[in-house]
């Protein structure tokens, strides 16, 4: 599906566009789901549904969560509780543009939705993904399908091209912090490309690409992305999976191995953290918890 110039273009920036991948039926239906675990939400105060492999709440709410203005952030594994999600993740132009990336043997990793509604302060600090879970080898995409238009208006993701090439700690004082070191988030800014998309386009961007997104400031325009991890069928994972899901390492093109292919070089691992989902990590803060002064 991809041409020579679409992969000359992911491997130098780190990142490609793939317009108008997805449907608006198979769209519309995700978002049918979507209104409904909202609608559930509303009568939840705390982060809640904890039927995942490790326990931990599928459904993650934003501090100012309430019945009539519900915030619910993130959704943990989508693909694990609906068959829409699976449809589109596991088979079709979604798992053939990753193979031509990095195929052709590609695994499922895990997925999640972000949700950023109208007003709403959740932002995403600049990180590489890799670092969440590393493994053997790093051939791995980050897929990141817009649900709605999206455009600095509204929260759109950051991305820093070329900065697949770099490398940068997530750790500091020892500890995993879920971003790069906060003195050097001006300086991405000023190189970070805004990703502005219609709904029903696809990014497609390699694991070791810096990346965030600031708050949706609109008054009006949801801000809604499904994020999937694809890894090649030879990366083993160095850590526990960060967001496990039930289909962890399903073989969505080619076939599975047992060999393990090992990049030489060095590699930080990360204790897991506790946080529901890593917009706490990274300070954002969690309806139904203690708020810090
Ligand atoms: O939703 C965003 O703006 C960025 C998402 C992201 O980088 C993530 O959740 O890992």
Excluded at 90 to 101: I, K, N, R, S
Excluded at 184 to 189: A, G, Q, T, V
Excluded at 243 to 260: D, E, L, N, Q
């Amino acid at each position: 599906m991809l041409s020579k110039s679409d992969k000359a273009q992911f491997d130098r920036d780190g990142y490609l566009m793939v317009p108008a991948l997805v449907s608006d039926g198979v769209r519309e239906s995700l978002l049918k789901e979507i209104d409904l675990w909202v609608a559930e939400s509303c009568n939840h105060s705390a982060n809640y549904g904890f039927d995942t492999p490790d326990g931990k709440a599928r459904f993650d709410l934003e501090l100012g969560h309430s019945a009539v203005r519900p915030r619910l952030r993130r959704v943990a594994n989508p693909a694990d509780i609906s068959q829409s999600y699976q449809a589109l993740l596991f088979e079709g132009m979604v798992p053939e543009v990753v193979a031509d990336l990095i195929g052709p043997d590609v695994f499922f990793h895990h997925c999640k939705l972000n949700n950023k509604f109208p007003g709403m302060k959740a932002r995403v600090e600049y990180h590489a993904d890799h670092p969440f879970d590393p493994h053997t080898n790093d051939d791995g995409v980050t897929v990141l399908i817009l649900l709605d238009d999206m455009d600095e208006g509204n929260g759109c993701l950051r991305i820093v091209p070329g900065s697949h090439q770099e490398r940068y700690t997530h750790f500091c004082d020892g500890k995993f912090i879920g971003s790069t070191d906060p003195d050097l988030f001006d300086s991405f800014d000023q190189r970070a490309d805004s990703i502005i998309g219609k709904a029903g386009d696809v990014c497609l961007m390699d694991i070791w690409t810096l990346h965030g997104g600031g708050p949706n400031l609109s008054q009006d325009r949801s801000r809604r992305v499904l994020i999937t991890d694809y890894r090649a069928a030879d990366a083993f994972a160095l850590a526990p999976p960060i967001v496990p899901s039930r289909f962890y390492r399903k073989i969505v093109a080619g076939k599975a191995t047992h060999v393990a292919r090992l990049r030489e070089g060095t590699m930080e691992i990360l204790e897991h953290y506790s946080d529901d989902s890593f917009f706490g990590l990274q300070g954002q803060q969690t309806a139904g918890e203690a708020q810090s002064s």
